[in-house]
Protein backbone atom coordinates (compact mmCIF):
# COMPACT_ATOMS: atom_id res chain seq x y z
CA UNK A 1 0.00 0.00 0.00
CA UNK A 2 1.26 3.46 -0.44
CA UNK A 3 1.85 5.34 2.54
CA UNK A 4 0.19 8.68 3.48
CA UNK A 5 1.16 9.85 6.76
CA UNK A 6 4.23 9.44 8.34
CA UNK A 7 4.89 10.19 11.96
CA UNK A 8 7.85 11.22 12.78
CA UNK A 9 10.86 8.56 13.54
CA UNK A 10 10.66 7.48 17.60
CA UNK A 11 9.09 5.00 19.79
CA UNK A 12 5.22 6.36 18.19
CA UNK A 13 6.23 5.90 14.65
CA UNK A 14 3.62 5.04 12.41
CA UNK A 15 3.03 4.47 8.84
CA UNK A 16 -0.66 4.80 7.58
CA UNK A 17 -2.02 3.67 4.15
CA UNK A 18 -4.63 4.65 1.73
CA UNK A 19 -6.81 2.14 3.41
CA UNK A 20 -6.78 3.85 6.90
CA UNK A 21 -9.02 7.20 5.18
CA UNK A 22 -12.07 5.19 4.14
CA UNK A 23 -14.93 6.84 5.43
CA UNK A 24 -16.86 3.32 5.03
CA UNK A 25 -14.40 1.16 7.43
CA UNK A 26 -16.44 -0.48 10.24
CA UNK A 27 -16.87 2.37 13.33
CA UNK A 28 -16.07 1.09 16.28
CA UNK A 29 -18.18 -1.96 17.67
CA UNK A 30 -21.49 -0.91 15.81
CA UNK A 31 -21.32 1.35 18.90
CA UNK A 32 -21.29 5.04 17.71
CA UNK A 33 -23.51 7.69 18.19
CA UNK A 34 -23.64 11.28 17.02
CA UNK A 35 -22.12 12.60 20.00
CA UNK A 36 -19.51 10.53 19.61
CA UNK A 37 -18.63 12.27 16.44
CA UNK A 38 -19.30 16.01 18.23
CA UNK A 39 -17.07 14.94 21.40
CA UNK A 40 -14.17 13.85 18.73
CA UNK A 41 -14.17 17.59 17.89
CA UNK A 42 -13.59 18.91 20.97
CA UNK A 43 -16.51 21.18 21.35
CA UNK A 44 -15.63 22.83 24.90
CA UNK A 45 -11.98 23.58 23.41
CA UNK A 46 -13.88 24.21 19.69
CA UNK A 47 -16.46 26.97 21.78
CA UNK A 48 -13.40 29.28 22.69
CA UNK A 49 -11.55 28.86 19.83
CA UNK A 50 -14.88 29.78 17.93
CA UNK A 51 -15.48 33.06 19.78
CA UNK A 52 -12.81 34.36 19.92
CA UNK A 53 -12.54 34.45 16.16
CA UNK A 54 -15.84 36.10 16.11
CA UNK A 55 -14.74 38.49 18.28
CA UNK A 56 -11.33 39.25 15.91
CA UNK A 57 -14.02 39.59 12.69
CA UNK A 58 -16.37 42.06 14.61
CA UNK A 59 -13.23 44.09 15.79
CA UNK A 60 -11.79 44.66 13.00
CA UNK A 61 -11.74 47.70 10.93
CA UNK A 62 -13.36 46.63 8.11
CA UNK A 63 -17.25 45.32 8.71
CA UNK A 64 -18.32 42.03 6.80
CA UNK A 65 -21.78 41.51 5.81
CA UNK A 66 -23.53 39.52 8.23
CA UNK A 67 -24.36 36.46 6.10
CA UNK A 68 -20.35 36.04 5.17
CA UNK A 69 -19.71 36.77 8.44
CA UNK A 70 -21.56 33.78 10.14
CA UNK A 71 -20.73 31.38 7.11
CA UNK A 72 -16.69 32.55 7.90
CA UNK A 73 -17.37 31.96 11.51
CA UNK A 74 -19.06 28.63 10.73
CA UNK A 75 -16.62 28.14 8.43
CA UNK A 76 -13.65 28.84 11.64
CA UNK A 77 -15.70 26.58 13.44
CA UNK A 78 -15.55 23.55 11.15
CA UNK A 79 -11.72 24.06 11.32
CA UNK A 80 -11.26 23.91 14.61
CA UNK A 81 -13.07 20.66 15.11
CA UNK A 82 -11.55 18.74 12.11
CA UNK A 83 -8.30 19.84 14.08
CA UNK A 84 -9.63 18.12 17.34
CA UNK A 85 -10.82 15.08 15.54
CA UNK A 86 -7.28 14.72 13.68
CA UNK A 87 -5.36 15.40 16.98
CA UNK A 88 -7.82 12.27 18.77
CA UNK A 89 -7.10 10.50 15.91
CA UNK A 90 -3.23 10.81 16.27
CA UNK A 91 -3.30 10.48 20.08
CA UNK A 92 -5.63 7.68 20.67
CA UNK A 93 -2.61 5.51 22.35
CA UNK A 94 -1.57 7.78 24.49
CA UNK A 95 -5.37 8.78 25.38
CA UNK A 96 -6.15 5.17 26.13
CA UNK A 97 -3.66 5.54 28.98
CA UNK A 98 -4.86 8.69 30.47
CA UNK A 99 -7.38 8.51 33.20
CA UNK A 100 -8.71 11.74 32.00
CA UNK A 101 -8.72 10.95 28.11
CA UNK A 102 -9.20 7.06 28.34
CA UNK A 103 -13.38 7.09 27.58
CA UNK A 104 -13.00 9.41 24.37
CA UNK A 105 -14.84 8.00 21.58
CA UNK A 106 -11.25 6.25 19.94
CA UNK A 107 -10.12 4.71 22.85
CA UNK A 108 -13.01 3.33 24.27
CA UNK A 109 -13.70 1.86 21.22
CA UNK A 110 -16.89 3.43 19.74
CA UNK A 111 -15.42 5.06 16.74
CA UNK A 112 -12.51 3.44 14.67
CA UNK A 113 -9.05 5.76 13.95
CA UNK A 114 -9.55 5.41 10.23
CA UNK A 115 -13.09 6.62 10.27
CA UNK A 116 -12.40 9.10 12.45
CA UNK A 117 -8.90 10.46 10.17
CA UNK A 118 -11.35 10.55 7.10
CA UNK A 119 -14.22 12.84 9.04
CA UNK A 120 -11.16 14.84 9.74
CA UNK A 121 -9.94 15.15 6.60
CA UNK A 122 -13.14 16.28 4.79
CA UNK A 123 -14.19 18.58 7.86
CA UNK A 124 -10.75 20.50 7.26
CA UNK A 125 -11.55 20.65 3.12
CA UNK A 126 -15.03 21.79 3.83
CA UNK A 127 -13.92 24.70 6.36
CA UNK A 128 -10.93 26.11 3.95
CA UNK A 129 -13.13 25.77 1.05
CA UNK A 130 -15.77 27.51 2.44
CA UNK A 131 -14.16 30.13 4.13
CA UNK A 132 -12.50 31.00 0.85
CA UNK A 133 -15.62 31.39 -0.73
CA UNK A 134 -17.40 33.45 1.98
CA UNK A 135 -14.21 35.53 2.95
CA UNK A 136 -11.01 35.29 0.67
CA UNK A 137 -8.29 33.36 -0.14
CA UNK A 138 -5.84 34.27 3.01
CA UNK A 139 -7.76 33.77 5.23
CA UNK A 140 -8.75 29.87 3.77
CA UNK A 141 -4.82 29.55 3.41
CA UNK A 142 -4.06 31.03 6.75
CA UNK A 143 -7.16 28.06 8.23
CA UNK A 144 -5.10 25.69 6.29
CA UNK A 145 -1.61 26.31 8.25
CA UNK A 146 -3.53 26.44 11.36
CA UNK A 147 -5.03 22.96 10.70
CA UNK A 148 -2.24 21.51 9.96
CA UNK A 149 0.24 23.68 12.46
CA UNK A 150 -2.41 21.85 15.01
CA UNK A 151 -3.17 18.46 13.91
CA UNK A 152 1.08 18.13 12.23
CA UNK A 153 3.15 20.39 14.19
CA UNK A 154 2.22 20.01 17.41
CA UNK A 155 0.31 17.19 17.43
CA UNK A 156 2.77 14.29 15.59
CA UNK A 157 6.13 16.13 16.16
CA UNK A 158 6.22 18.43 19.46
CA UNK A 159 3.72 16.89 22.08
CA UNK A 160 5.65 13.81 22.63
CA UNK A 161 9.17 14.82 22.08
CA UNK A 162 9.89 18.49 24.21
CA UNK A 163 8.63 20.30 27.23
CA UNK A 164 7.97 22.98 25.11
CA UNK A 165 5.33 21.72 22.79
CA UNK A 166 2.95 24.04 24.33
CA UNK A 167 4.93 27.32 24.20
CA UNK A 168 5.15 26.78 20.34
CA UNK A 169 2.31 24.44 20.02
CA UNK A 170 0.30 27.01 21.41
CA UNK A 171 0.42 29.09 18.79
CA UNK A 172 -2.34 26.99 17.20
CA UNK A 173 -4.86 28.15 19.76
CA UNK A 174 -4.09 32.18 19.12
CA UNK A 175 -4.11 32.07 15.23
CA UNK A 176 -8.22 31.86 15.39
CA UNK A 177 -8.69 36.08 16.35
CA UNK A 178 -6.12 36.64 13.76
CA UNK A 179 -8.18 34.38 10.93
CA UNK A 180 -11.57 36.34 12.28
CA UNK A 181 -9.64 39.71 12.00
CA UNK A 182 -8.09 38.59 8.08
CA UNK A 183 -11.54 37.23 7.06
CA UNK A 184 -13.06 40.82 7.69
CA UNK A 185 -9.77 42.85 6.69
CA UNK A 186 -7.66 41.08 3.92
CA UNK A 187 -4.29 41.98 5.75
CA UNK A 188 -2.88 40.97 9.37
CA UNK A 189 -1.68 44.42 11.79
CA UNK A 190 -0.94 45.13 14.53
CA UNK A 191 -3.64 44.60 16.56
CA UNK A 192 -4.71 40.95 14.90
CA UNK A 193 -0.98 40.63 16.14
CA UNK A 194 -1.78 41.92 19.80
CA UNK A 195 -4.93 39.09 19.53
CA UNK A 196 -2.71 36.44 18.91
CA UNK A 197 -0.46 37.34 21.25
CA UNK A 198 -2.71 37.35 24.09
CA UNK A 199 -3.57 34.00 23.70
CA UNK A 200 -0.14 32.94 22.46
CA UNK A 201 1.32 34.14 26.34
CA UNK A 202 -2.13 32.69 27.60
CA UNK A 203 -1.58 29.07 26.48
CA UNK A 204 1.26 28.11 28.57
CA UNK A 205 0.41 29.02 32.21
CA UNK A 206 -3.01 27.56 31.25
CA UNK A 207 -1.96 24.03 30.59
CA UNK A 208 0.94 24.14 32.93
CA UNK A 209 -1.53 24.82 35.51
CA UNK A 210 -3.12 21.77 34.59
CA UNK A 211 0.08 19.74 33.86
CA UNK A 212 1.21 19.79 37.51
CA UNK A 213 -2.30 18.41 39.38
CA UNK A 214 -2.47 15.91 36.38
CA UNK A 215 1.58 15.52 35.83
CA UNK A 216 1.41 11.44 36.74
CA UNK A 217 -0.91 10.98 34.07
CA UNK A 218 1.10 12.71 31.22
CA UNK A 219 4.05 10.95 32.50
CA UNK A 220 2.55 7.28 32.57
CA UNK A 221 1.01 8.45 28.72
CA UNK A 222 5.09 9.58 28.13
CA UNK A 223 3.85 13.22 27.32
CA UNK A 224 7.13 14.97 28.12
CA UNK A 225 5.01 18.08 29.93
CA UNK A 226 7.04 20.32 32.05
CA UNK A 227 5.93 19.19 35.37
CA UNK A 228 7.74 15.89 34.44
CA UNK A 229 11.05 16.83 32.20
CA UNK A 230 12.17 19.65 34.42
CA UNK A 231 10.02 19.26 37.93
CA UNK A 232 7.37 20.95 39.65
CA UNK A 233 9.31 23.60 41.18
CA UNK A 234 10.43 25.02 37.17
CA UNK A 235 6.98 24.79 36.64
CA UNK A 236 5.95 27.04 38.50
CA UNK A 237 8.65 29.52 37.90
CA UNK A 238 7.48 29.59 34.54
CA UNK A 239 3.81 30.24 35.60
CA UNK A 240 5.02 33.34 37.14
CA UNK A 241 7.35 34.60 34.41
CA UNK A 242 4.62 34.06 32.00
CA UNK A 243 1.45 35.33 33.98
CA UNK A 244 3.71 38.68 34.13
CA UNK A 245 4.62 38.37 30.16
CA UNK A 246 0.51 37.78 29.89
CA UNK A 247 -0.42 40.91 32.08
CA UNK A 248 1.18 43.68 29.89
CA UNK A 249 0.18 42.31 26.24
CA UNK A 250 -3.29 42.14 27.62
CA UNK A 251 -3.16 45.91 28.23
CA UNK A 252 -1.32 46.62 24.70
CA UNK A 253 -4.95 46.92 23.10
CA UNK A 254 -5.44 49.99 25.27
CA UNK A 255 -2.55 51.83 24.00
CA UNK A 256 -3.14 50.80 19.87
CA UNK A 257 -6.69 52.03 20.12
CA UNK A 258 -7.85 48.60 19.85
CA UNK A 259 -9.48 48.18 23.31
CA UNK A 260 -11.33 51.41 25.13
CA UNK A 261 -12.33 52.49 28.89
CA UNK A 262 -14.28 49.07 29.20
CA UNK A 263 -11.51 46.65 28.17
CA UNK A 264 -8.65 48.36 29.98
CA UNK A 265 -10.71 48.05 33.49
CA UNK A 266 -11.67 44.54 32.46
CA UNK A 267 -7.90 43.58 31.43
CA UNK A 268 -6.56 45.55 34.39
CA UNK A 269 -8.43 44.15 37.08
CA UNK A 270 -8.42 40.33 35.35
CA UNK A 271 -4.64 40.38 34.89
CA UNK A 272 -3.76 41.81 38.64
CA UNK A 273 -5.89 38.42 39.83
CA UNK A 274 -4.45 36.19 37.19
CA UNK A 275 -0.82 37.41 39.09
CA UNK A 276 -2.17 36.96 42.47
CA UNK A 277 -3.17 33.43 41.82
CA UNK A 278 0.11 32.66 39.88
CA UNK A 279 1.87 33.97 42.97
CA UNK A 280 -0.23 31.31 44.92
CA UNK A 281 1.10 28.32 43.11
CA UNK A 282 4.61 30.10 42.89
CA UNK A 283 4.67 29.91 46.70
CA UNK A 284 2.65 26.72 46.74
CA UNK A 285 3.41 23.35 46.74
CA UNK A 286 1.66 22.48 43.41
CA UNK A 287 3.28 19.28 41.79
CA UNK A 288 5.21 17.79 44.68
CA UNK A 289 3.07 15.24 45.85
CA UNK A 290 4.98 12.65 43.73
CA UNK A 291 3.67 10.73 40.98
CA UNK A 292 0.94 8.88 42.84
CA UNK A 293 -0.70 12.16 43.84
CA UNK A 294 -0.40 13.20 40.69
CA UNK A 295 -1.60 10.29 39.11
CA UNK A 296 -4.56 11.96 37.67
CA UNK A 297 -8.48 11.12 38.02
CA UNK A 298 -10.75 11.56 35.33
CA UNK A 299 -12.54 14.53 36.68
CA UNK A 300 -10.62 17.73 35.42
CA UNK A 301 -10.52 19.44 38.88
CA UNK A 302 -10.12 16.58 41.10
CA UNK A 303 -6.86 17.21 42.81
CA UNK A 304 -5.46 16.56 46.15
CA UNK A 305 -5.07 19.49 49.12
CA UNK A 306 -1.19 20.76 48.00
CA UNK A 307 -2.59 21.30 44.10
CA UNK A 308 -5.31 23.60 45.08
CA UNK A 309 -3.56 26.76 43.68
CA UNK A 310 -2.97 25.25 40.60
CA UNK A 311 -6.32 24.11 40.08
CA UNK A 312 -7.55 27.16 40.67
CA UNK A 313 -5.37 28.90 38.09
CA UNK A 314 -6.42 26.70 35.76
CA UNK A 315 -10.33 27.58 36.29
CA UNK A 316 -9.81 31.37 36.28
CA UNK A 317 -7.47 31.29 32.94
CA UNK A 318 -10.66 30.53 30.81
CA UNK A 319 -12.66 32.59 32.59
CA UNK A 320 -10.17 35.28 32.32
CA UNK A 321 -9.67 34.52 28.64
CA UNK A 322 -13.55 34.98 27.91
CA UNK A 323 -13.69 37.89 29.67
CA UNK A 324 -10.99 39.98 28.05
CA UNK A 325 -12.58 38.86 24.34
CA UNK A 326 -15.93 39.35 25.89
CA UNK A 327 -15.39 43.60 27.00
CA UNK A 328 -13.94 43.76 22.81
CA UNK A 329 -16.61 42.45 21.51
CA UNK A 330 -19.05 44.62 24.02
CA UNK A 331 -16.93 47.30 22.72
CA UNK A 332 -17.32 46.60 19.09
CA UNK A 333 -20.02 44.47 18.75
CA UNK A 334 -22.39 46.74 21.11
CA UNK A 335 -21.52 50.12 20.74
CA UNK A 336 -19.86 50.44 23.63
CA UNK A 337 -16.50 51.42 23.09
CA UNK A 338 -14.95 54.75 24.46
CA UNK A 339 -11.09 55.75 23.89
CA UNK A 340 -9.23 55.89 26.36
CA UNK A 341 -6.94 58.87 26.82
CA UNK A 342 -3.41 58.73 27.56
CA UNK A 343 -0.88 61.38 27.44
CA UNK A 344 -3.58 63.99 28.44
CA UNK A 345 -4.57 66.29 25.91
CA UNK A 346 -4.12 69.94 24.65
Known amino acids: MVPVC ?17 LTSPIGHGLAEPRDFIQLMKPRVMSLVVFTAF ?4 AAPNAMHPILAIVSVFAIALGA ?32 GRAALGFGLVMAVIAVVTLGAAANYFAAGFLAFTIFFYAVIYTMVLKRRTPHNIVIGGAAGAFPPMIGWVAATGTVDINAAILFGIIFLWTPPHFWALALYKAGDYEKAGVPMLPVVEGAKTTRHQIMIYALALGAIALAPVFTGLGGVLYGLVAGLLSLAFFTLSLRVLRSQAGEGGAKAADGGADLYEVRKGDKAARDLFGFSILYLFALFAALLAEHGLGLYTAVSIGGGA
Open 6 to 22: LAPPGPHFRVWTLSDLS
Open 81 to 112: GAAGVLNMWFDADIDAQMRRTRLRPIPAGRIE
Open 55 to 58: VGLV
